[in-house]
């Protein structure tokens, strides 16, 4: 079957650490999506990725980075740099006009 | 800047009453999704809207759009107990990519 996989479903973070969250797709999808969602709140635009070597900066892009070197994966990377990371992480990948596909998330933890 | 904004947040209600959930954007778009969104869970796609006046429904749930009032509504039937969950709106920000604005969620719970 078709889907999204996103990897690992839980991932604890040391401070000052790198960490990288995977997203990985069979659908065929040109587009991918990721998006940082917090406790009781709404999902917000990370980075996105229109086609294969192309990406853009979402509403909230600091402290993160992201590469698109396959049609399947679009990785993110949660860097040091990002003072507040622990949230629940979900991508997603879309055709146009047909809405978005999401994984199942990755929730991230500081510890 | 695209605003994506529902009303309620919180909405409690008795098993077998009808309510509606509303949601409202700020610019012009004529692509709007819902969602439902389990506890600790994923997204799950529920309708997509693509042209005003637009209305689908499936079991308990109708959504409509009205562009021109820049204006969504989820319409609860007969609520159940199943029906408990946070239902998202989501607004196509641009014509040129599907990149989604959300609204902040409604979260419903259906007691007995």
């Known amino acids: 079957d078709g889907g999204i996989t996103q990897s690992p479903k839980y991932l604890f973070r040391k401070e000052g650490q790198n960490v990288t969250l995977s997203c990985e797709q069979n659908?065929?999808?040109?587009?991918m999506y990721w998006y940082r969602q917090d406790p009781g709140q709404g999902l917000r635009l990370i980075y996105y990725s229109q086609i294969v070597n192309d990406f853009q900066k979402g509403d909230i892009a600091e402290g993160y980075s992201v590469s698109r070197e396959k049609k399947e994966s679009f990785p993110l990377t949660v860097t040091s740099a990002q003072k507040n990371p622990t949230a629940f992480y979900l991508c997603?990948?879309?055709?146009?006009?047909?809405?978005?596909?999401f994984g199942s998330g990755t929730r991230l933890t500081v510890v | 800047e695209l605003k994506v904004e529902q009303n309620p947040l919180f909405l409690s209600m008795q098993e077998g009453k009808n309510y509606t959930i509303y949601c409202n954007y700020s610019t012009t778009s004529d692509r709007l999704y819902w969602y439902r969104q389990d506890p600790g869970k994923s997204l799950e796609s529920l309708f997509v809207?693509?042209?005003?006046?637009a209305v689908k429904q499936e079991g308990r749930l109708m959504a409509s759009l009205d562009t021109k009032a820049r204006l969504s509504t989820l319409h609860i039937t007969a609520a159940v107990h199943d029906l408990s969950a946070t239902y998202f709106c989501a607004v196509d920000s641009s014509w040129s990519t599907d990149k989604l604005i959300f609204g902040t969620g409604t979260r419903l719970q259906v007691f007995p």
């Open positions: 997603a990948s879309s055709i146009p006009l047909g809405g978005y596909t």
């Open positions: 659908l065929n999808h040109d587009a």
């Open positions: 809207l693509l042209s005003n006046g």
